[in-house]
């Protein structure tokens, strides 16, 4: 599985947009861009997913560089309820659907 | 449907002693899978079934540790002769084996060994 990375921690304002990095330089060309968030004492909750074209959904949106080796997860207003471990995940479209996470971002939202 | 559900929530117990936790699927989801995560991990992965067909096992399941999917519907997962390192979170989740949907979790049961 190709790897991601992602940087440890980041510190976001409240209301404020958040910009959650991910470098995937050996992507492959059938893998798609997962993100999931872990809250604390919580299972993973899937956010949002995408192949090429930028994707937005009630959560967040995804861009996606367009070499495909990059990708960045966007909230757009962060809330105190948005602190979470986010995790981007790349998965096979021929693979069993099984996650191989990193150790994510962990994100910090300041009143 | 409430979601994935796991049972017990936490589970004390001591060195040698066998677990067994349960994991309740989305019912109309095929493909179950368990997860273990370690305090500042991400979740890695251990086992997954297609209905009641164990198709994978991650060499971190060792011989020790024993899955189940009987009836395709709930999944259980049994640790034998339980060790400290087995101390941590399972969490079960669960999804449609169509291409890249996504995975639902259950909030995961959190062992101790003492």
């Known amino acids: 599985d190709a790897k991601t990375t992602q940087p440890n921690s980041m510190e976001s304002n409240e209301e404020e947009p958040v910009h959650l990095p991910c470098n995937h330089s050996t992507i492959s060309g059938t893998d798609y861009i997962h993100w999931y968030r872990q809250l604390p004492s919580q299972g993973p909750e899937y956010v949002i997913h995408g192949l090429t074209s930028n994707v937005n959904n009630r959560m967040a949106s995804l861009a996606i560089a367009e070499d495909r080796k990059s990708s960045t997860l966007i909230l757009h207003r962060a809330t105190l309820r948005d602190a979470a471990v986010y995790y981007c995940i790349l998965r096979a479209t021929s693979n069993t659907g099984k996650l191989i996470f990193g150790q994510g971002t962990t994100l910090q939202v300041k009143p | 449907d409430t979601g994935v559900s796991q049972n017990p929530r936490h589970k004390i117990t001591k060195r040698g002693q066998n677990v067994t936790f349960r994991c309740d699927p989305i019912s109309e989801h095929n493909r179950l899978y368990w997860y273990r995560q370690t305090l500042g991990q991400g979740p890695e992965f251990l086992t997954y079934?297609?209905?009641?067909?164990?198709?994978?096992k991650s060499r971190l399941l060792s011989d020790r540790f024993s899955a189940e999917r009987p009836k395709g519907s709930f999944s259980t997962l049994e640790i034998q002769r339980t060790e400290q390192g087995d101390s941590a979170m399972y969490l079960c989740a669960s999804s449609f084996a169509t291409r890249n949907t996504e995975a639902f979790f259950g909030q995961g049961t959190r062992l101790t060994v003492v």
């Open positions: 079934f297609q209905n009641e067909a164990q198709l994978e």
